[in-house]
């Protein structure tokens, strides 16, 4: 039985990061005195775009950007103020900040990018508390069932004492997508934990647009695969990352290192009964020899507004002819009705991509409608 080779490569991307600066010392450090919110200014987020929000975690005040980029800080002080500010990038501001740093260092390495980064972080003593190593891949080398049943047959060697697994349901009993967990954030709150899911069944539950590599809106070409395999770092275990990363590991190998560390699934050996001298099956071993080998590639957007007016004109414009002449013969306006429906707020994405046409230029957007206007969106 012949082998099918993978022809799309996995890739790395950070899909979460926060972390706090503190004060030289006891005083309130305030949002003019920050010396990582002067870089981000240099790299190009407006603060005029940010809203307010209620304070979290101990913190009177919240600034956010689509709530892909968020800041917390304190304007007073007492017994109970934290002399600290704190970032959250989530998965789309993790993003957004790769893209904008890797304008600011003028190179599309992401993994220099990352590493130019982290010197900084180290430099200004920031203390990064949690940061999300996600693995992308489009062609399913990992199995759900084949993990499901080492699992529940007990034939693994894992540093966490506890995994789950959750299988999303339709209404009508259909599965949409599987999540296994290793670990939990109680036990390891300066360690990590994994995620193995189905991002493509969550892009698809959610009726979002997916990556051009998964699914072209146009040709419906694409892998219509989307795993992902993340690793959340949270913790001391963040800054031994960081110093890992800064003394020259790669981020595949830290990647492999942890994945290997987390679970090992086994080749059952009838003559041995200890587990632990069980060997490693085929397909873990190549996936972990793999993940070494892949890069931190530019997080394709899986929302620009390119993207978006393609998807308009292929799968919303004929459904909306379609309703107005139904309309027409049973009275109502399917324009109107779209109208009256108030949207309470954007995901996250649509946030970012909001944030991003708002910062175009008129002629860019003019050239994006006009390409859309002749059929070419």
Not at 335 to 360: C, F, G, H, P, T
Request: proline share 2%; with cysteine; aromatic share 14%.
């Amino acid at each position: 039985m012949s082998t099918i080779t993978p022809t799309t490569p996995m890739v790395y991307k950070i899909d979460w990061l926060q972390f706090t600066e503190e004060g030289e010392d006891d005083d309130i450090l305030t949002l003019t005195d920050s010396v990582a919110l002067a870089f981000f200014k240099a790299i190009g987020y407006d603060f005029k775009q940010f809203e307010e929000v209620p304070g979290r975690y101990f913190y009177e005040c919240g600034l956010t950007l689509g709530r892909f980029f968020t800041i917390y800080f304190n304007n007073s002080k007492n017994i109970y103020t934290k002399n600290t500010i704190y970032f959250v990038f989530t998965g789309q501001g993790s993003s957004d900040l790769a893209l904008k740093l890797a304008k600011y260092f003028k190179t599309d390495d992401f993994s220099l990018v990352w590493y130019k980064f982290f010197k900084l972080v180290k430099e200004w003593q920031l203390k990064v508390t949690r940061l999300d190593a996600a693995l992308d891949d489009f062609e399913g080398r990992l199995s759900f069932a084949k993990m499901e049943r080492k699992l529940s047959r007990r034939e693994f060697r894992s540093s966490k004492r506890r995994y789950k697994i959750i299988h999303g349901k339709s209404t009508d009993g259909e599965t949409k997508g599987e999540t296994i967990y290793l670990g939990s954030r109680k036990k390891h709150q300066h360690g990590f934990l994994v995620r193995f899911y189905d991002k493509f069944a969550e892009y698809k539950d959610k009726g979002a647009v997916v990556p051009a590599v998964v699914e072209n809106v146009i040709t419906g070409a694409g892998t219509h695969v989307w795993q992902r395999y993340e690793i959340e770092i949270r913790g001391d275990a963040c800054k031994n990352f960081i110093e890992k990363i800064l003394g020259g590991y790669s981020f595949g190998q830290l990647y492999k290192g942890l994945m290997r560390n987390a679970i090992e699934f086994l080749k059952v050996d009838r003559s041995n009964k200890n587990r632990a001298f069980w060997p490693v099956v085929d397909w873990w071993e190549e996936f972990l020899e793999s993940t070494e080998k892949c890069s931190l590639t530019s997080p394709e957007r899986d929302l620009d507004l390119g993207r978006l007016l393609r998807w308009i004109r292929v799968a919303v414009v004929p459904s909306l002819h379609l309703l107005q002449e139904i309309g027409t013969e049973k009275n109502f306006d399917i324009y109107e009705l779209i109208k009256s429906i108030e949207v309470i707020s954007y995901a996250k994405k649509q946030e970012r991509l909001r944030n991003d046409v708002l910062n175009m230029s008129e002629d860019k957007v003019k050239e994006y409608i006009k390409q859309f206007e002749e059929g070419n969106y």
